[in-house]
């Protein structure tokens, strides 16, 4: 059976180290004590006082443990657990440049809430009740490991923080540095919405996860992502950079849906038909793809040239056009719906562009000034299918299918 570290609460910090934690006890030095006459720590060894009288026997010294005994390169890979022998254990508290460090006595030890901060100085103090009554403090500082970027891995999110999107919108988690241990990191990896909709991950890759729900979002919702990702062991000597918090709004539902066949596209806005459009998809050998595509990106202007999509100069089909107006980016394969004056006689009755889906100037700026990011494209009558990785392709699976791309199914 494979251990794994405890599922704990994180802030934004730089993570993690790579070391085995070592379970043996340290004795915080003494920094003052409220000791008194008759606490065992004044008279003669031979335990009678100057007037002769009997001496009781002296209480036991209150000591503090952790967790590791070494004052510099501790681990953080684990809360720091503070207990108290010869004593009850009243309070600690621990804090560092970074801030305090949030935790409770519980059980009679103390338990911190977040995971350590590396290449951070640590001062602990805590206080006790010895056996005799009396209250005792004790300090210890240590220092955390040191870790390089090198050994932690940066989690990016899409949406933006506060950003309103499309009900296609999935939420993308993108790592610069392999997840080995994928399971664990999706523990600590939490989507919530107002209202609830059921969801769940799917990896892509080592170093990306994906979550979406069940069916597209409700329009109005409100979504908060919680990565609690911070000093997690993403295994092979990589560990979480920082946690993140991440909340957006769910705009209104805008869904077009193109045939290629009939050159038309109709978009509905909160599931009414608001607008049907003449269009012109990819021609022959340059087929639109069929299936579910999310705008991944929009852009006013946008230069479109054919050598991005791997075309030379010298090919009869290269193009160059330097201003395509009311861009919106569907696939990471160069699929877009723009305006495209130029094939204006062909929109409506014919496919002649290299992929995309082309209109108006003025369908092109309506649909513009009514779309986010995240709204949902519907494309029927290609044999070209939409792939899962080229863009958010995610819609393309089913929600059994999508399930089974979870590091906990």
């Known amino acids: 059976m494979r251990l794994r570290a405890p599922a704990v609460r994180s802030v934004r910090r730089r993570t993690t180290l790579a070391a085995t934690l070592l379970t043996v006890s340290g004795v915080l030095a003494a920094c003052t004590s409220s000791s008194g006459p008759g606490d065992g720590s ?11 009288a009997p001496a009781s026997s002296a209480p036991d010294p209150v000591r503090l443990t952790t967790g590791f005994r070494r004052s510099q390169g501790v681990p953080i890979d684990r809360p720091l657990v503070v207990g108290a022998e010869g004593g009850t254990l009243e309070d600690v508290r621990v804090t560092s440049a970074a801030g305090p460090l949030p935790g409770r006595v519980s059980g009679g030890t103390w338990t911190s809430e977040q995971l350590m901060e590396p290449g951070t100085d640590y001062r602990v103090t805590a206080t006790a009740t010895r056996s005799d ?21 940066f989690p990016a999110v899409a949406p933006l923080d506060g950003e309103t999107v ?10 610069d540095l392999p997840v080995r241990d994928r399971a664990l990191f999706e523990e600590h990896m939490h989507v919530t919405s107002t209202p609830a909709q059921r969801g769940s991950w799917y990896w892509l890759s080592d170093r990306e996860a994906h979550w979406r729900p069940a069916t597209y979002w409700r329009a109005g919702s409100d979504v908060s992502v919680d990565l609690d990702l911070n000093s997690l062991p993403a295994g092979n000597g990589i560990y979480g950079q920082e946690s ?19 050159h038309t596209m109709r978009t509905f806005v909160n599931g009414r038909l608001a607008r049907t459009m003449a269009i012109s998809a990819g021609k022959a050998g340059w ?9 991944i990106e929009k852009f006013r ?6 050598a991005t999509i791997g075309v030379d100069e010298s090919d009869p089909e290269y193009y160059d056009l330097s201003d395509v107006q009311y861009a919106l980016r569907v696939t990471y394969s160069g699929e877009f719906l723009h305006a495209a004056p130029w094939s204006a006689g062909s929109q409506g009755s014919a496919n002649v562009s290299h992929g995309c889906v082309g209109m108006s100037l003025s369908d092109a700026q309506w649909l513009y000034d009514r779309t986010h990011r995240g709204d949902v494209v519907e494309v029927v009558g290609s044999a070209r299918q939409m792939t899962l990785e080229n863009g958010y392709g995610d819609w393309n699976l089913s929600e059994r299918a999508w399930q089974k791309g979870s590091a906990l199914s």
Do not use: Y
């Open 42 to 52: 004044g008279g003669p060894e031979d335990g009678s006082g100057a007037s002769g």
């Open 133 to 153: 009554g009396e209250r005792v403090h004790r300090t210890r500082t240590f220092r955390t490991v040191d870790l390089t970027l090198d050994e932690q891995t």
């Open 166 to 175: 499309g009900v296609g919108m999935p939420v993308v988690v993108s790592f």
């Open 244 to 262: 993140r918090r991440v909340d957006f709004h769910v705009g209104e539902s805008v869904v077009s849906k193109v045939d290629v066949r009939s």
């Open 287 to 295: 087929e639109t793809r069929s299936g579910t595509k999310v705008i």
């Open 301 to 306: 202007r946008k230069r479109m040239d054919a």
